[in-house]
């Protein structure tokens, strides 16, 4: 449909005469209309966002995807810390109780929370934006693979020796030294008063007084680690590694017969009594070594092997 045409009088052509607006005009016409709605959508926008209070449809759809965002970084830091606590548990088990069993020494917090050394793994998430949140979450996972990996490895450790569980069960100290019916308990382990130089003193060990000679017995596998002679102190000493972490001392001797780096069985004669070093007496000083520290020999053999039982487990030489 044509626009309506507009006609003014020309006085001059005396006739009426189709009416162009100027050019001028008509662009200022319309730059006085687009201020106008520019400022009307200014109004409108103001008075929705900032009176009604509503959200733009982009804004509306940026904080949705914030929140989602947000979302998934609070449920990731939750799962962050139960696996952080169940790791935890698995170090505490693995520490006291599956390590100790097999005689293995626990793993430091040191090493078990070691962290990455050389470059920086995180420049190219430093240079971003607002990278906080995800830089935090990065390192936190890059914490839990690296405790999982160092877990992982220790059971490992674990599993390789519970392989050799009959191997260490003939080794671990499990029958007395000597024929406990042909000695007597005489000194237990603890403080007691210093038969010698008197004054209380750790005893570190159990003293079996007996005849002189009388066959002294390795109480598990192992292998001779010293063959020390003294006029002081142990006197005739024998240490034996069991491995597992077990040793065992047996002190004052009168004769060794074994030598630093010999194979000795459950059974085998490695040494007779005798009465030399710091001793007023006749007797055998046994301490059994756990770990590098002392512990009660009594707890690791059973006082009720004795006789014929014994003697079914040892070979005199």
Request: aromatic share 12%; hydrophobic share 35%.
């Amino acid at each position: 449909m044509s626009r309506k045409k507009r006609y003014e009088f020309n006085a001059r052509t005396l006739a009426y005469e189709e009416y162009r607006s100027p050019f001028r005009r008509r662009l200022s016409k319309g730059l006085f209309l687009f201020g106008l709605s520019l400022i009307a959508s200014i109004g409108y926008y103001c008075f929705y966002t900032q009176v009604l209070g509503y959200d733009t449809p982009k804004t509306a759809y940026l904080k949705q995807k914030h929140a989602s965002v947000t979302s998934r970084f609070n449920l990731l830091e939750r799962q962050f810390q139960q696996n952080d606590i169940a790791l935890r548990e698995l170090q505490m088990r693995d520490n006291n109780i599956y390590r100790p069993v097999f005689g293995m020494d626990e793993l430091s917090e040191d090493v078990r929370n070691a962290g990455f050394g050389g470059v920086n793994r995180y420049a190219h998430l430093e240079a971003v934006s607002n990278s906080t949140a995800l830089l935090d979450a990065v390192k936190k996972m890059d914490v839990i693979y690296k405790k999982a990996f160092v877990q992982s490895r220790s059971y490992d450790e674990v599993s390789l020796l519970a392989k050799r569980t009959g191997e260490m069960a003939q080794c671990v100290p499990a029958i007395p030294p000597v024929a406990l019916e042909k000695v007597r308990l005489s000194s237990l382990f603890g403080y007691r008063t210093d038969p010698v130089y008197g004054g209380r003193r750790m005893h570190q060990g159990i003293d079996l007084s007996g005849d002189k000679g009388e066959p002294i017995y390795a109480p598990g596998d192992g292998t001779v680690v010293t063959v020390r002679r003294n006029f002081f102190g142990y006197g005739r000493e024998i240490v034996v590694d069991h491995g597992f972490g077990y040793k065992t001392r047996y002190a004052h001797l009168q004769t060794m017969l074994v030598k630093v780096g010999d194979k000795v069985t459950r059974g085998e004669q490695i040494a007779t009594m005798g009465n030399t070093g710091k001793s007023k007496g006749v007797h055998l000083h046994y301490e059994v070594i756990y770990r590098e520290r002392r512990v009660n020999p009594l707890n690791y053999y059973n006082e009720d092997v004795r006789g014929e039982e014994y003697k079914e487990m040892v070979r005199p030489k």
